[in-house]
Each structure stands twice: as structure tokens, then as C-alpha cells.
């Protein structure tokens, strides 16, 4: 009688302890509010930001480079020649500029634009990574929040297990011994508790440092986004829209470019100067003075004949850099190629896992049920069946994690294929547009306009 009675009281229990589905609130936090979060406060992208900025700069003073140098000039000097004194002052005006240097500065300004472009995919990169990021730490919140549920169900079970088996024992039905193994299997249940709310502490920090704030309701995860028809198919997205290809692309360029540059330096320079001066003498011995105004026009024309093997050395150093990003380049496809296949292999072994998963819960909980019964009858032992629940637990608890592992693959296929952007996921919010401050600087502006024009492009990308 003892014994039906507690079975009763154990099946809510258990139907509480493998529920699947929990109650969300309507205002719960949702994976695009992760990432939102994770874009709008990531001090990683503000700072590669900058970096793209001070890229941009590269490419004005490019352009400044052939534009006139216009500076004044002061100078004063005190000669004391067998004890006469003569003081000399003036100050002049002069400007300086490139006439032509043989293409020299045409290709720095070429190397510099192809530095933009490739830090603006170091850019996207970067985006990437915030995002995926945001998205490991939602699934990882939600992951180990449910762990902790389970865990606390399980002790709840495991503890009722205990009361019953400490009823049992002193009716005389079951052993000292059987009530130690319940003692013993309601103390690891405690220690998974602890463990769980550990991990779901580590879980919640990492989430605040990716997304700026503390997790409070999370709800459940979206549909996992649509996979592309093939894995051939998402390589090959992956080989045209990978921010890492794209960036290695702008560099092979940019070092190709270093290379005729290194050629360029060998050429000729010819530069112009203009200079307008008042110079201003007085004597000690006649006590004049005397003011000489004197403007000043120079053409000038040099080349270098010989550097002391530098300007070999350098065009050799060139051809090093564009081999290496060459290889770079060839390397980083690889690497994207078999991130694609990784991840693509990832959701595979996921869903396989899932689909074995659901098998073993199903006899696991058929398992559990029979030994249930079997020990009302007196064929099992409390032992038997607290071996047949935590089966059941494990179980459950291994679905959780390949479940936000099915999760997280399909987001990391689309980080693999370029594709995990603000943009492509369509979260609804304004980006960072990388071209407004370029457009704001590539002249290298100088008047007070365009200096507000510059300050005015700053407020509003939120520097």
C-alpha cells in the first residue's frame, strides 16, 4: 500500500522533471535582440572602426601628396666678424609642389584606396565575429538555464526518491543499504545543481560582455535559417562573399601595386618652388639699414643615381610581400573552404544526433517505467530504479546541448559563407556605413566648411 502510494506521487514528478515546453514571456528577449545588442555596443567594432577611419586618412594623404606645400619661413642671424657686429632678419613665403614624378604618387594613392577597401572587409569580418559571437552566448544562457531546470527537477525527484526510501526502511521492506545508495544518488543530484548554476553564472557574464547587459528572459531560439541546396553550393557562396577572401583580395592587389612602386622609385622628380622674402640687414660699423624684397621661381630635377643597393633592396622586398599575399590569399580560400565544410558537417552530425537522442529517451522512459513497476513488485531495487531515472536524466540533458549545438552550426555555416551580417539577417536597424567618412576625407579638406561638413559626418556614425 506504502509503496502504490508513493509511485502515485511519483509520476507528477517525473512528468515535471521531462517537460519539454516552458511558459515564455511575451516580452522575453530574442536571438535578433542578442545581436542588435551585440552590433550597437561591441567596443570591438568601435575600435576597428577607428582602425578603418585612420585607413581612410592613408588614402588623403595620398592625394595631399600632390598638392603644393605652402609654409612661411623666419630666420634671423648675428654675425660678429673682428669685433663688427652684423644682424640679419627675414622672413619669406614658399610654396612647393610636384610637377611630376613619373607616376609615384598615382600608385601610392592606388595602394592606399585598395587599403580602404581591404579594411573595410576586416570590417565586416569583425561584425561577424560580434555576431556569432552574441549568438554562442544566447544559445549558451538558454542551453544552461534549462540544464539548471532539469537539475532542479531532478532533485526534486531524486529527494522524493530518498523520503520513499527512508519510509520504505522503516516499514521493513528494504535495507540500511538501500537507503544509502538514495542518500548517495540525491547528493550527486545536488552537485550537478551546483555545477549547472555555475555554468549558467560563466554563461550569463559572457553574455553580458557580448551584448553589453545581463540576460533576463530569453525566449526560444527561431528557426534555424534556410541552408543553401548543396554543400558545393555553399562553398562556393563562401568563396565569393567571405569578408577574409575579399580582404586577401584587396591586399594581393595593394602588394602588386607595392611592387610598381618599387619600380617608380627609380624615376625622376621634377618639382617646382615659389617663394616671395623681406630681408631685413644692419651693420654696426655704418649704422643702415637696409630691406631687400626678393621673390624666387626654381625648377628642379632629380633622380638617384645610386642608393647604396636600397632602392634594389626595396623593389626586392616588394616582390616578397606580393608573394606572400598571393599565398595568403590561396590559404585563406582554404581555410573558408573548410570552415563551410565543417559547419556543414556540424548540422549533419547534429541532426543525426538528435534524431539518436529522441530514440534513447523514448527507452530510456519505457525503461524506467518498467523497472518502476518491476520494483513495486519486489524484482528491483531502489538502486535499480534511481539507475533507470538518471539514464532518463542524461539523456535529456544530451538533447538540450546537441540541440543549441544544431543551433550554433547553422549560424556558423553562414559566418563560414559571409553571410552573418546586420544586413543579410535583416535585423531591422541602421549600419555603420564605411564609405561616409571616406567620402568625408578622401580630398583631404582643409577649410573651416569642410572641416564642419567632416565634424558633422562623425556625430553621425556616433564618434
Known amino acids: 500500500m506504502l509503496l502504490g502510494t508513493l509511485q502515485k506521487l511519483r509520476r507528477p514528478l517525473i512528468a515535471a522533471l521531462f517537460a519539454t515546453g516552458l511558459a515564455v514571456p511575451a516580452n522575453a528577449e530574442s536571438l535578433a535582440d542578442a545581436m542588435v545588442s551585440a552590433y550597437r555596443t561591441s567596443a570591438l567594432l568601435d575600435q576597428n572602426r577607428a582602425v578603418l577611419r585612420a585607413a581612410d586618412e592613408d588614402t588623403a594623404a595620398a592625394i595631399a601628396a600632390l598638392r603644393p606645400v605652402l609654409q612661411w619661413v623666419a630666420q634671423y642671424s648675428y654675425q660678429n666678424i673682428e669685433g663688427v657686429d652684423l644682424q640679419s632678419s627675414s622672413i619669406a613665403l614658399q610654396a612647393q609642389v610636384t610637377l611630376y614624378d613619373w ?27 560580434v555576431l556569432l559571437g552574441a549568438v554562442q552566448a544566447y544559445l549558451d544562457v538558454r542551453r544552461a538555464t534549462e540544464q539548471v531546470e532539469l537539475q532542479q527537477n531532478s532533485v526534486r525527484v531524486i529527494g522524493q526518491e530518498q523520503r520513499a526510501a527512508t519510509d520504505r526502511f522503516e516499514v521493513g521492506e528494504i535495507t540500511q543499504t538501500d537507503v544509502a545508495q538514495a542518500d548517495a544518488a540525491l547528493a550527486a543530484a545536488r552537485a550537478s545543481l551546483a ?135 590561396v590559404n585563406t580560400a582554404r581555410l573558408v573552404d573548410q570552415a563551410v565544410g565543417q559547419a556543414w558537417a556540424q548540422i549533419d ?45 542524461s539523456a535529456r540533458a544530451d538533447k538540450i546541448s546537441a540541440e543549441a549545438n544544431l543551433q550554433l552550426a547553422h549560424y556558423q555555416l553562414l559566418a563560414a559563407m559571409g553571410l552573418l551580417t546586420v544586413e543579410n539577417l535583416k535585423l531591422g536597424i541602421p549600419t555603420y556605413d564605411p564609405s561616409a567618412y571616406y567620402n568625408a576625407v578622401q580630398d583631404a579638406p582643409f577649410t573651416s566648411r569642410q572641416g564642419q561638413s567632416l565634424d558633422r559626418v562623425l556625430r553621425a556614425i556616433g564618434q
Open 349 to 393: 552530425v547534429a541532426r543525426a544526433l538528435i534524431r539518436s537522442i529522441d530514440e534513447q529517451i523514448a527507452a530510456a522512459q519505457q525503461a524506467y517505467e518498467g523497472v518502476r513497476e518491476e520494483a513495486t513488485l519486489g524484482a528491483r531495487t531502489t538502486l535499480d530504479v534511481l539507475d533507470a531515472e538518471q539514464a532518463l536524466l
Open 195 to 329: 555545477s549547472a548554476e555555475g555554468d549558467l553564472a560563466i554563461a550569463r557574464e559572457a553574455y553580458r560582455a557580448s551584448t553589453g547587459h545581463m540576460p533576463n528572459r530569453l525566449d526560444q531560439p527561431p528557426p534555424t535559417p534556410t541552408l543553401p541546396a548543396s554543400l558545393e553550393t555553399a562553398r562556393s557562396i563562401g568563396q565569393r562573399t567571405h569578408p577574409s577572401i575579399r580582404q586577401a583580395q584587396r591586399q594581393t592587389a595593394a602588394a602588386e601595386l607595392g611592387v610598381q612602386a618599387a619600380v617608380a622609385e627609380r624615376n625622376p622628380t621634377l618639382t617646382g618652388t615659389a617663394s616671395i622674402s623681406s630681408q631685413r640687414s644692419k651693420s654696426q660699423i655704418t649704422l643702415d639699414s637696409s630691406t631687400t624684397d626678393v621673390g624666387q621661381v626654381q625648377l628642379q630635377m632629380s633622380q638617384t643615381i645610386y642608393s647604396g643597393g636600397r632602392l634594389p633592396s626595396a623593389h626586392r622586398k616588394a616582390m616578397a610581400n606580393r608573394d606572400q599575399a598571393r599565398a595568403a590569399l
Open 103 to 129: 607616376g609615384r604618387n598615382a600608385i601610392a594613392i592606388d595602394i592606399a584606396k585598395e587599403s580602404v577597401l581591404a579594411t573595410r572587409q576586416a570590417l565586416v569580418g569583425v561584425e561577424q565575429d
